[in-house]
């Protein structure tokens, strides 16, 4: 797991501070909440910081893609990319710019670097991985890929949303649900209980309405 130690106050985003190896993490202590529940329309939904280059996160990924489609629930995906490493935040950039063709091939992008991670070591490979990637949909990508930043940007305010939050490693996983009292939202620390903890959430706002949403879904996308 990957752990990065954060001020409370919002700092420039090449200021980001190393990241800490940890077994195990604590529960993230939550400063703001606002981002913290599903899409609207839906009940319950897993909400995911994550760095494309961490390898817990790629280790996550199959799980919570898994779960997302099992009950029929949104995954919300916030990029959180550390300094630390050399090509997540390009890899998220990149990811960003395969949502402008569809949210299925942006959600594909990055399921597919996930799982052959260890083989992109560069900036180089990466580009080389997208460009093959979207080869292999029939997509031209181009030689510079957000001429004017506006996908840096907002890859930028995911990460400052997760600052806002209290982020210190990567990923930070919860399942949120849409309950106005109580707890709203429960922060996966042990992956093990992903499913009982969704279980919990769905049985705890079985009488606010259907908990079927379409399980992709990127803030911001």
Same mark, same amino acid.
């Not at 190896?21 to 604590?26: D, L, N, T, V, Y």
């Not at 050399?86 to 299925?104: E, G, L, N």
């Not at 181009?142 to 890859?155: Q, R, T, Y």
């Not at 600052?163 to 990567?170: L, S």
């Given at each position: 797991?990957?752990?990065?130690?954060?001020?409370?106050?919002?700092?420039?985003? +090449?200021?980001?501070?190393?990241?800490l190896?940890?077994?195990?993490?604590?529960h993230?202590?939550?400063h703001?909440?606002?981002?913290?529940?599903?899409?609207?329309?839906?009940?319950?939904?897993?909400?995911?910081?994550?760095?494309?280059?961490?390898?817990?996160?790629a280790?996550?990924?199959?799980?919570?893609?898994e779960?997302?489609?099992?009950?029929?629930?949104?995954?919300?995906?916030?990029?959180?990319?550390?300094?630390?490493?050399?090509?997540?935040?390009?890899?998220?950039?990149?990811?960003?710019? $395969?949502?402008?063709?569809?949210?299925?091939?942006g959600?594909?992008?990055?399921?597919?670097?996930?799982?052959?991670?260890?083989?992109?070591?560069?900036?180089?490979?990466?580009?080389?991985?997208?460009?093959?990637?979207?080869?292999?949909?029939?997509?031209?990508?181009? $030689?510079?890929?957000?001429?004017?930043?506006?996908?840096?940007?907002?890859?930028?305010?995911?990460?400052a949303?997760g600052?806002?939050?209290?982020?210190?490693?990567?990923p930070?996983?919860?399942?949120?649900?849409?309950?106005?009292?109580?707890?709203?939202?429960?922060?996966?620390?042990?992956?093990?209980?992903?499913?009982?903890?969704?279980?919990?959430?769905?049985?705890?706002?079985?009488?606010?309405?259907? +908990?079927?949403?379409?399980?992709?879904?990127?803030?911001?996308?």
């Open positions: 797991m990957k752990r990065i130690r954060l001020p409370l106050a919002l700092f420039a985003f +090449a200021a980001m501070a190393p990241a190896h940890a077994q195990a993490a604590p993230t202590q939550v703001d909440a606002t981002a913290l529940k599903p899409p609207a329309g839906a009940r319950v939904a897993i909400v995911e910081f994550d760095d494309m280059e961490c390898p817990d996160c280790r996550a990924n199959p799980l919570l893609k779960a997302s489609e099992k009950y029929h629930i949104p995954w919300v995906r916030h990029d959180f990319p550390l300094s630390m490493h050399v090509w997540s935040f390009q890899a998220a950039v990149d990811a960003r710019w $395969f949502d402008t063709k569809s949210k299925k091939i959600d594909e992008f990055r399921d597919a670097v996930f799982a052959n991670q260890a083989s992109i070591a560069t900036q180089a490979d990466l580009r080389a991985f997208a460009e093959n990637f979207a080869q292999q949909h029939g997509i031209g990508f181009p $030689f510079v890929v957000d001429p004017l930043g506006k996908l840096a940007a907002e890859v930028k305010a995911d990460y949303l600052q806002r939050i209290g982020i210190e490693h990567t930070t996983i919860w399942v949120v649900t849409n309950r106005t009292s109580g707890v709203p939202f429960v922060e996966v620390v042990d992956r093990s209980r992903l499913y009982q903890i969704i279980d919990e959430a769905l049985a705890e706002t079985s009488n606010e309405g259907p +908990a079927t949403k379409p399980h992709a879904h990127h803030a911001g996308a």
